[in-house]
């Protein structure tokens, strides 16, 4: 493994019961990357990232944080690793400031580090405005912002967010991934998330889970390009006509299918003036001149003509298609008490302030 590699999985499985949450995924996340960790829900994001911070064991593979063993080496993985779970480990009646320096004494800082690291994490993460309330007056989009604070003052090389924008209105969202991407610019970073516009916006590298097992992992363009197709929009008027009468919407959808190369024709909900379709060919092909030319025979007036790649939410849509529990049962019960074990254990941990504090360490 190289000393690059700063997120290491390899075989990682997880059952609960006779359930697989996790199915022999593998990956790696090399230092400097911010890396979107993708699928639907229930898919195994959380579970992944609770096994990298050590909060619960997996059931076979191997996963190394900074080239520490999960298993073998706790206590150094957290000191490396930053994590905001799901829901964030705050306590509601805390000064932020005061909650910050608590979660810097968790991690062993000194009065001269703690306000050091802190200068930064104010700047980074937005909280100058905050630091004297109460946590529990704070607007969602600010609890993140000082979860995030949390993660990262014992200043750790690699963060680990899990969904860090789920519930935030739309304001919120787009503030705290700014945040999350002048993070990323010193720190390698896993994120997970479930909105394809955050992974646009703040990663270059995605990898898609699904059902428990890794289904893509690639640069976004990669990935875009993943399903071989490329997308037309095309809309004439169904108004004017530059000669004879507009055309009817099957007319149009009937000579679009006529076409070499049109793999298939969608019509597309438009206003009256327009009949619009969303048709797909192969990649590397280029249908718009014989889509242009079929327009002026006919004789049709041209509203719109335009060629995408594929959507990173198309491809994730095919890739994730039927992500249903059910079928991932496997029937070995002699796996249950196991996990029995371990949801006690993980129960007792997040009962520990000191611990859910620190979220990992
Ligand atoms: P995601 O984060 O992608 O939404 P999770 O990793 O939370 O998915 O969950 C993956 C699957 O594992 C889900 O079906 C979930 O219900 C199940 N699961 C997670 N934790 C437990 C647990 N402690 N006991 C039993 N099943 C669990």
């Keep these: 493994m190289s000393t690059d590699v700063m997120i290491y999985a390899d075989e990682l499985s997880k059952r609960f019961g006779n359930f697989r949450a996790l199915d022999r995924i593998r990956f790696e996340v090399r230092r400097g990357e911010v890396v979107g960790f993708l699928g639907p829900n229930g898919?195994?994001?959380?579970?992944?990232?609770?096994?990298?911070?050590?909060?619960?064991?997996?059931?076979?593979?191997?996963?190394?944080?900074?080239?520490?063993?999960?298993?073998?080496?706790?206590?150094?993985?957290?000191?490396?690793?930053?994590?905001?779970?799901?829901?964030?480990?705050?306590?509601?009646?805390?000064?932020?400031?005061?909650?910050?320096?608590?979660?810097?004494?968790?991690?062993?800082?000194?009065?001269?580090?703690?306000?050091?690291?802190?200068?930064?994490?104010?700047?980074?993460?937005?909280?100058?405005?905050?630091?004297?309330?109460?946590i529990n007056t704070l607007s969602h989009g600010y609890r993140q912002r000082v979860g995030l604070g949390q993660a990262l003052v014992h200043d750790p090389?690699?963060?680990?967010?899990?969904?860090?924008?789920?519930?935030?209105?739309?304001?919120?969202?787009?503030?705290?991934?700014?945040?999350?991407?002048?993070?990323?610019?010193?720190?390698?970073?896993?994120?997970?998330?479930?909105?394809?516009?955050?992974?646009?916006?703040?990663?270059?590298?995605?990898?898609?889970?699904?059902?428990?097992?890794?289904?893509?992992?690639?640069?976004?363009?990669?990935?875009?390009a993943r399903t071989g197709k490329i997308r037309?929009?095309?809309?004439?008027?169904?108004?004017?006509?530059?000669?004879?009468?507009?055309?009817?919407?099957?007319e149009v959808q009937s000579a679009l299918r006529a076409i070499a190369g049109v793999r298939s024709v969608a019509e597309l909900p438009t206003d009256e003036k327009a009949h619009g379709f969303e048709l797909t060919g192969d990649t590397g092909g280029d249908l718009r001149s014989d889509l242009f030319r079929l327009v002026v025979s006919k004789g049709w007036t041209l509203l719109e003509l335009r060629r995408d790649s594929q959507t990173l939410e198309d491809v994730f849509r095919d890739l994730t298609k039927g992500d249903e529990r059910?079928?991932?049962?496997?029937?070995?019960?002699?796996?249950?008490?196991?996990?029995?074990?371990?949801d006690k254990t993980e129960t007792r941990r997040s009962e520990s302030p000191k611990e859910a504090a620190v979220s990992g360490g």
């Design 232 to 250: 037309y929009v095309l809309a004439v008027s169904e108004q004017t006509a530059e000669r004879g009468k507009a055309p009817t919407a099957t």
């Design 157 to 224: 090389p690699i963060l680990i967010l899990d969904e860090p924008t789920s519930d935030l209105d739309p304001n919120e969202k787009a503030e705290v991934i700014r945040y999350i991407k002048e993070i990323g610019k010193e720190r390698t970073v896993l994120l997970s998330t479930h909105n394809l516009a955050e992974v646009e916006a703040a990663c270059a590298r995605a990898i898609i889970i699904s059902k428990g097992r890794i289904v893509a992992d690639g640069p976004l363009d990669e990935i875009r």
């Design 43 to 134: 898919a195994g994001k959380s579970t992944t990232m609770r096994i990298l911070t050590c909060f619960i064991s997996p059931t076979d593979g191997t996963a190394k944080i900074h080239g520490h063993d999960v298993f073998d080496e706790p206590l150094e993985v957290r000191r490396k690793v930053g994590y905001l779970p799901q829901r964030a480990p705050l306590y509601q009646d805390m000064l932020v400031w005061d909650y910050l320096r608590f979660v810097a004494d968790m991690r062993g800082l000194d009065e001269s580090t703690f306000k050091a690291r802190m200068r930064k994490v104010v700047e980074v993460c937005g909280l100058a405005q905050v630091l004297g309330k109460d």
């Design 326 to 342: 059910r079928d991932r049962k496997l029937g070995a019960p002699d796996d249950d008490d196991r996990d029995e074990r371990e």
